[in-house]
Every structure is written in C-alpha cells, then in structure tokens.
DNA sequence: GTAGGGTTAG
C-alpha cells in the first residue's frame, strides 16, 4: 500500500491557485463508450452491483460485494467504487478506513469517486483532510463536479468556517461554470446563512441565474431567525410558485417573532392556496395557538391536527407541541389528557408536560413524573432539568432540588448552565436561604445572566430583604439597562420597607433613563370565545357601569370577609382613599368583574395578563374564588395561578 | 446532494 500523504499534496488551496490552475488543466470526463458484446455484458455486472450495494445493509455484505466485483476484473470501475465508498460512509464505517483503501487502488480516480471520499470526509471529518483530497484532485487535473463543491460548502457551514467557505466560493468562480450551478448556489447560501454572512447568502442568491424555491426558503429563513420579517415577507411574495415548506418557513416565521395573529393569517392564506399541510407546519402553528393563550384558537388548532392526519395520538410532535400550548393556555387538564393519550413519547413530551406541571404550581406531579420518565428509556435533558428544578423551587423542596442539581451532570452529562443556576437561586430564595443564594451567583463557574440576578431580586421581595435586593439590582441595570420591571421591583422592594428616599432615587434612576411603566393589561375570553381586553385605570368598556357595580359588590363581600387593601401595592405618595381606588382599578379586577358577569357560573375564570399580578390582586383573587365559589386562573408574565377555595396554587410564591 | 420543526428559567 502506497503512503497517501506522500503522494498527496498538502499546499493549501489558496497558494496552489491560481497557478496550478493554468497548470492542470480539467480533463473533460469522457462519456462515450465503444458499444460491443463485452461492454454491454459489463454494463449489467456494473448495474447488479450497484443494486447490490443499495441493498446492503451492514459492513460484511458490502465487503462481499466488492470480493465479487474483484473477482470481475473491476477493480478500476469508479462508477461501482463510487457506489461502494457512498454506502461504506453511509454505514457509519470510518472513511479513512476501509473506503481509503479502495480508493488507493485505483490508478485513475474519475471526479464521482474523489468526490465520494471528500464526501466522506466533510460528514465524517477532519474537513481538513477533505480539502486536502480536493486540493489533490485538482493537482490531478481531475475537473471537479457540482457536488463536490455542495459537500464542501456543506461542511463549512456545519463546522461555521466562513474563511473556508469564501475560499471554496472562490474555487466555484476559478475552475468555471460552478458559481452558476443551481445546487452549488443553493449550499452557498446555506453556509453563508449558518456563519452568520446573511448579506453574502443575499449577495450569491441575488446573482445567481438559475434559482428554485430552494434558494427563496433558505433565504427567507435566514431573514425569520434574525427577526426581520419585513425582508421576509418582501422575499416571499416575490416568490412564484410557494411550496409547503415555503409557506411553514413563514407561519413558523412570524410564530418565533412573537406574532401569532400574523402567523395564523398566513397558515389561512396558505390553506386558501390550496397547500397542504403536514407535522412541520402544525408544530408551527401551534406555537402561535399558545401564545395567543385562548382556548378558543387552541381548540381550533387541534381540529386542523386531527384533521391533517396528525392527531397527538400517533404524532408525537404534534402531541408534545399541542401539551404545551394546552399548558399555556392554562387548560392543565387537557394537556394531560393529551399527555396520557400519546402512543409515542419522547424528551420533549415529557418536559412539556413537567414544565406543564411545574409552571402550574403541581410540584408534586413535576416530580412524580420525572421519576416515571426514568423509568423508561428516555434520558432528561436541559429542559427536563430545568422543570423538575422549577417545581422543587415552587414546593420548596431545597434538599431534593439540590441533589437533582448535584447529579444531572454526574448521572446524567447534563452540564449546569446559567438557566439551570438560575433554578437553583430561586430554589434557595424562595426558601428564604437569601445569603445562600447570593453566594451561589458569585461562586458559580460560569457568568451569571440576568434571569440569575432577576432571581435573587424576586427572592428579595417575597422576603423583603432590600439590602441584597440593592446588590442584584446593581447587577440587573448593568445588564439588563432597559429593562423597566427590575427598577419597578427594587422600587416596590424599599417601599416595602418603608425607604422613601431609596423609593424616589430609583425613579429618578427612571427618569433620566426615560423608561417609563408598561401599561398593564388583562384579557379574559368569553364563553363565545370572543376576547375582552381591560387597562388598568381604564373607564370607556361598554359595559363600564356593570363591571363596576360587580366589582364593588364583590369588594362589600369580600371585606366582610376580613379582605383589606394591601396599600404598598400602590404609589406610596398618594393619599389612602386615592390608592384604595387606583387597587381597585387594576385590570385584573376589572377582568374579573367582567367574567363573573358575562361567563357560566360554573366554568372555571381564565385570565391573562402581560405583567406579574400584584399582592393586593393576589390576596382579592383568593377571596374571590372562595365568595364567588368560581375556580379563578390567572396567567401573569412569569406563571400560572390557580386559585380555588381562597387558596392559590403558587403557595403565595411568585 | 440543497429549504421548514417542538419544550427554557427571573
């Protein structure tokens, strides 16, 4: 056996060329081949072999093909060994193996079968050793073909060398006629895409002269995940003929960009076209479903589930998709019954349905089932960490939390990542171990992010503990400096204290940053499904008058029943009658009013809202579902509360 | 050989 690296060149492409170019010039491949008996004879040899091969389904059946084709006299045949090195790669068997040697053995490797072993190298790696076969093909003065070039383009943008890439781009220029080519085109844009060189993906696809639906997808894509769905939409309609995947690209777009109504606008228009619709587009549209939180929408988009063929009984992407969203919608109920009807679960039905648990206040059932879940092959991951973690925080279950943390990485290679630390602040916060937890973020190994910081401030207003309140706070306006609600909550914080002064110098941090607070706003879905929105403070409902006299009906009762303003709810520099209004003009009152007036007596109340809901509501929504006798459920910007019987299922931890 | 996909914590 020869020594390959001898014989091969090891000079970098960009310093072969353009040389070696003028050089070596490529030899046309020849296709003509002299008709006779002979040829014809071998033609259905070649044929039954690679049929053979397509058959082959482990190592030793292949290596019984090409014993046959030896005995043949076919050692040289490119056409077989190509067909024979793509099956042995697409096996699993290493190519610097077995395939090498194959090729080694041939005097006169044609374009197909060098292009098969840099194949194998760009899917198996080093990369490194596929560009040297490329460079050594050249040097060859073999000419290369349109797939060798999709394989290496391929490569560079699963391993995001974008240098690589614009050398490889330069070699599609150099050797002729490739930068043209349709698929070569299309692999450029993709590893442009993934190395994060959209201008240059737009760039090679804007001069391209042939493109398919391909080239505008991949695009598009790439426009959905930076977030610029203007470009987008602008390349999509410009597209003539829209394919499914095209279509899934833009509701799957427009529901990871926080625009559900857009998206379920666009899955109409995409049925409209007569388009179908499989698992992928669902998995899309259901996410919007959830966002929008309603369950009229989710109760919609399960019948377009079942409808399509892919029910969450036989779906499992389906399934688990359609779990959370009925999670997010705040049916728990229906998601577990989705949950237990699945034929099929994987990592993510379980996690959806842990976090289902978890973000609903059932930490014992978090737990229980996932313990069940390792019982069965599926191993947990990040998310299914992050979870059980959730629910031992909310159950204050500090031991267990803590051993979970402690093992994931052992037992499970599961590597803590700042998410998963920001469990285990809340964990020991909520616990009230507040020094604990402070110590945890400054010990921990690697950077802590806002959602760890944020933790520790939560922490500190359930507990009131303004001083280690001060230090995350620090933390959070270095990280995180447009974020109003951390300067709200330190705010709330040293109001709850009673430290005016601190209270003022936070606003004035307010101030001069020009941050003011987000209206806040509560939606409630009436039994017709249609959906009511109340702001804060706001007067101009139709239907004012009612909701008002309800509401001050419920506050008669529930005062009786010992319920009495919590005043540090509201502005600390107002008089009390004046902030005993502002509490009761809280959107969430005034949703609730609403729902008693307009929903059955005995349906459970659903509402939303887009900020966490304040102690004085906590404390109203609990007496509320005890007078009322109504099961009152509020999804705030951070979970769900269940209240029921004047308890709620966060345990008064928010 | 090329394009669309799920669960994430304050």
Redesign the pocket.
Known sequence: MQNLSRRFSTVPIHKLLPQQLHQHQPQPTRFFIPFSEYQQKRKLLEHKLISDLDVCANLSQVKEVHAHLLRHGLSQCCYVLTKLV?TLTKLGVPVDAYPRLVFLQVKYPNPFLWTAMIRGYTVQGPISEALNFYTCMRSAGTGPV??TF?ALF?ACGDVLDVNLGRQIHAQTILVGGFAA????G??MI?MYVKCGFLDCGRKVFDEMPDR???SW??LI?AYTKIGDMGSARELFEGLPVK????W??MV?GYA?NARPRDALDCFERMQGAGVGT????L??LI?ACAQLGASKYANWVRDIAEKSGFGPTEN??V???LI?MYSKCGSLDEAYKVFQGMKER????Y??MI?GFA?HGRANAAIELFHEMLTTEIRP????F?GVL?ACSHAGMVDQGRQLFATMEKYYNVVPSA?HY??MV?LLGRAGRLEEALELVETMPIAAH??V???L??ACRIHGNPDIAQIAANH?FEL?PD?IG?YVMLSNIYASAGRWADVSRVRKMMKEKGLKKNPAYSWVETKKGVIHEFCAGETNHPEYAEIKKALDDLLNRLQAHGYQPNLNSAAYDLGIEERKRILMSHSEKLALAYALLSTDSGSTIKIMKNIRICEDCHVFMCGASQVAGREIVVRDN??FHHFSNGKCSCGNFW
């Open positions: 793509r349109s797939f999709s391929k080519d349709l698929y070569v299309n692999t993709d398919d639906v391909v997808t991949e894509v394919d499914m995947v095209a899934t690209a799957t990871q499989d698992e992928i587009t998995v899309g996410s499992v992407l399934g688990s998709a959370d994987n990592v993510f039905s996690s959806s976090l973000m991951n990040r998310v299914t992050i959730t998410d920001t469990c809340d806002g959602g910081w944020g933790a401030l939560g959070l995180e974020s951390n951070m979970r």
